[in-house]
């Protein structure tokens, strides 16, 4: 059974410091990932999605990476602002469709 | 581009009310989600829809739980009677279809959830 799990489950970094979140998985036998932003009392929005042939994606300060063999993703934040501060989710989507979400990082960034 | 859209925002019932979500996907978007997030944890998925086939509602419990997709366009969750345990955001989400050689295929769009307090 595919796990998704996410460390920290909490994280309070300075303004202007890069940071990286981390998603693991049990079951390389992936066909994507995304990393999804969610604002409380808000929906998920898609900041990221690597396909399973890729390493990494880029978006701005945003930089996703995946390594399927080590079962492992990395969203690295540089610069961090205020306005970064949302919890954090990331997904596998599998070979039947399912996509398992994990439970997310709460990412606080002070001023 | 509207975005998917899911109505009501919020709902408070009592317990062993019925209650009913309504989800209307992206335009073109033919698979559909339904997802419900606990306090503090992912969505886990209750059911998925391509076009108006239900492919996957392992995850429904399907005694009190049922959703339909008519048209294969809009969506209603429905929750009789409604349980304590039940309250949580419920969350659609939309994707074209996996294989699909546009851009952005199975990348999901969320709405922005209904929130259910169970009294």
């Known amino acids: 059974k595919q796990e998704v799990t996410q460390i920290p489950a909490a994280l309070s970094v300075p303004e202007g410091e890069n940071l990286v979140l981390n998603c693991s998985f049990t079951?390389?036998?992936?066909?994507?990932l995304q990393w999804f932003r969610q604002d409380p009392g808000k929906g998920l929005t898609s900041l990221l999605l690597i396909q399973s042939s890729q390493r990494e994606q880029t978006s701005g300060r945003l930089n996703a990476s995946l390594d399927k063999s080590s079962g492992r993703s990395t969203l690295y934040i540089a610069a961090s602002q205020p306005g970064d501060s949302a919890t954090y989710l990331c997904?596998?989507?599998?070979?039947?469709?399912?996509?398992?979400f994990g439970k997310g990082t709460r990412l606080h960034i002070l001023p | 581009e509207a975005g998917v859209v899911q109505s009501p925002r919020y709902k408070i019932i009592e317990k062993k009310q019925p209650v009913a979500f309504w989800c209307n996907p992206i335009s073109g978007h033919n698979t559909l989600y339904w997802y419900r997030q606990n306090l503090g944890q992912g969505p886990e998925l209750l059911i998925r829809y391509e076009n108006e086939e239900a492919v996957d509602d392992s995850q429904l419990p399907k005694d009190r739980f049922s959703a339909e997709r008519l048209k294969g366009v809009d969506s209603t969750l429905k929750i009789q009677p409604a349980e304590l345990g039940d309250s949580a955001v419920y969350l659609c989400?939309?994707?074209?279809?996996?294989?699909?050689?546009?851009?952005?295929?199975?990348?999901?769009?969320f709405g922005a959830g209904s929130r259910l307090t169970v009294l």
């Open positions: 997904a596998v989507s599998l070979g039947d469709d399912k996509i398992i």
């Open positions: 989400a939309s994707s074209l279809e996996r294989g699909s050689s546009t851009s952005g295929a199975n990348v999901l769009t």
């Open positions: 079951d390389s036998a992936i066909y994507n």
